[in-house]
């Protein structure tokens, strides 16, 4: 599905700042405090989480991913900022319309949350304080000490699975990295840019801020796992999807080991059996065609691979060669 480009804000910036008692907007010295949600038929839980937001945020957004319930109405009667997308653009679509809209705003901080109850908006404050500690991303985790919340067993190893991946590309030590409660910092939201729709978002954007060095915490937050229809997505589909993602942001990253290693240990696998196939031609003089055919396919993949590996490398260096000479900070 195609995705259509993120609306563009025509509210004057004076429109989103709180009002005081008698209707005017109150304008702040300091960037404005954002609170986002991605929604997608919501109405049961998203009034609790925009009240719940609400104290912690100068703007609570609203990001409406083609709902076809009243979580609209519902949202914009509790005052917050509604974006709404005509068509539904998944996960990663929801979170580049944010991270666009923090940034017309001008906003100095940035927090997203689950909008289907999971979340506890009294956790945002917690992930303000540590931003506010000097970090560019605070991450809320479901695996620190503090943290609450019965995580299902199948849901902790598919956690962990995705986890080790996201780690590795993104060389980043942390315990949660599916996590979708997170707070950013200013220098994060004019960082972080989105080059996909799907559910990996959340890894793609742990791998930029691995990339760019931003500076990350994580913090103990509360989940409920009580609460029915919280995903759209086969758990199973969801961690397949996600894990294939991270995989191939891997291979982009580090195509030399990526495809190299595989190719060259197939391309020895195929000389020792090649030599295996002579050996037994000279010594029976019968022709062993099933060893010959598996040597031969095993080289060509391997030779395949190792010259993917190559040419891939070669064309990231001059990418990057290239945007660095734009003034542009190449990728690690």
Known sequence: ??????????VERSHFYPKDLIGNPVESSRPPTVVAMPAYNEEGYIAKTIVGARQYADIVLV?????????????????????????NRGYGGALQTIFDTARKIGAGELVIIDSDGQHDPRDIENLLRKLREGYDVVIGSRFLEGAT??????????????????????????????????????????TIQFGGNNMSAGSEILIQIG??????????????????????????????SVLSAVVRLISYKEP????????????????FVGFTAFSEYYVTTRFPFTLSMISTLTLIMGMLLITSGLILNFLITVMSTSKSGDGQTPPK
């Open 1 to 10: 599905m195609s995705s259509s480009p993120a609306p563009a804000l025509t």
């Open 63 to 87: 990001v409406d991913d083609g709902s076809k319930d009243d979580t609209v109405p519902i949202a914009r009667a509790l005052g917050a900022l509604v974006i709404q997308h005509e068509i």
């Open 149 to 190: 919340g019965d995580i299902p067993a199948y849901r902790k190893v598919g956690m962990k699975v995705l986890d080790t991946a996201t780690q590795y590309a993104s060389e980043l030590n942390i315990t949660d990295s599916q996590s979708g409660f997170r707070a950013y910092g200013k220098r994060a939201i004019q």
């Open 211 to 240: 990339a760019h060095d931003l500076k990350v915490a994580e913090e103990p937050i509360r989940v409920r796992y009580d609460i029915e229809n919280t995903s759209s997505l086969n758990p199973l589909v969801h961690g397949l």
């Open 256 to 271: 030399i080991w990526f495809f190299g290693i595989p190719g060259l240990l197939l391309t020895t696998f195929g000389v």
